[in-house]
């Protein structure tokens, strides 16, 4: 679950890295020139999209139950918005000289991060019960209790007033022996 979440932040920042845009433009005195724009230009929400997958890994690893269904749910639908940013935009057949190869790669990639994500989202949901929270070996479980001696369980009902041989077990019964 952990590492399809940061495949998917790796993939979605590398497609951030590449050209996402390209065109000629008529520059007037400079001429026709070549205009490129990045990822993180063009589409701007792959970033935040690749450091929330980061935090999801922190927030999968130190949530269980609930909690890391609710988020589970988040980075799922966040995949979608991955994907949705990846897939909008595509088209084919660049003009010569322009990086068409790399445009569809950049796509691409935002797309597998996308997906990637929504897994690792859903993997979340569905493991959160299952799923070890970081730090649980060190919490004591509530409902188990450690085995004792018989013999001091004895002598600690009978400091709590408890009588340990009456079979009602109710404390503070008012049955005391006399000493005389």
Avoid: C
């Amino acid at each position: 679950m952990l590492l399809p979440l940061l495949l998917g932040a790796l993939a979605l920042w590398g497609s951030s890295r590449l050209v996402w845009f390209a065109e000629f433009r008529d520059e007037g005195v400079r001429g026709v020139v070549r205009y490129t724009e990045n990822g993180a230009q063009h589409a701007t929400a792959l970033i935040p999209l690749a450091l929330l997958a980061l935090a999801g890994v922190a927030g999968v690893l130190a949530t269980g139950g609930w909690l890391r269904r609710v988020l589970g749910g988040l980075l799922a639908l966040a995949g979608v918005a991955g994907i949705w940013t990846g897939a909008t935009g595509v088209r084919f057949g660049f003009a010569a000289g322009l990086p068409g190869g790399q445009i569809l790669l950049a796509h691409g990639l935002a797309v597998l991060g996308g997906l990637l994500l929504a897994l690792g989202g859903l993997a979340a949901v569905k493991w959160a019960g299952t799923a070890k929270r970081l730090g649980a070996k060190y919490s004591a479980p509530g409902a188990q209790r450690a085995r004792r001696d018989p013999d001091t369980e004895l002598w600690e009902a009978l400091s709590g007033g408890t009588d340990p041989t009456d079979p009602a077990g109710q404390p503070g019964t008012g049955r005391r022996s006399s000493g005389g």
